[in-house]
């Protein structure tokens, strides 16, 4: 069971990136899917979340309006556009799954995803 992030890379100030997450060893289709990020020295916060069917969103308010996060269960892949990035966006992006299924348990509590990818670096210059 695997989820590999990628799409991360070095921007300046303005700039956008597009993150995406695949599964293998497994489908995540049914699952809730959320992007985290951990910035240098601080502690692991939730960016978006998305639930299976795609019919409820969360956003953190720092990245309302400039990030968008979808999902292809098709082919068992999450995204994050990321548009207008700022260097306080700089951080390790993390992707992860929760076996929750139902819509309005949406969770953006690190503790309640249990499937996790290996991170992939964003970092924004100004």
């Known amino acids: 069971v695997q989820l590999q992030a990628s799409g991360g890379g070095s921007v300046q100030t303005g700039g956008s990136l597009r993150l995406s997450c695949a599964a293998s060893g497994r489908t995540f289709r049914t699952y809730h899917w959320g992007w985290f990020r951990q910035p240098p020295g601080k502690e692991r916060e939730i960016v978006a979340a998305?639930?299976?069917?795609?019919?409820?969103?969360f956003y953190a308010d720092s990245v309302k309006g400039r990030f968008t996060i979808s999902r292809d269960n098709a082919k068992d892949t999450l995204f994050l556009q990321m548009n207008v990035l700022k260097p306080e966006d700089t951080a390790v992006y993390y992707c992860a799954a929760d076996q929750e299924t139902t819509d309005w348990r949406l969770s953006s509590l690190t503790s309640d995803y249990e499937y996790w990818g290996q991170g992939t670096l964003v970092t924004v210059s100004s």
């Open positions: 998305i639930s299976w069917g795609g019919g409820r969103l």
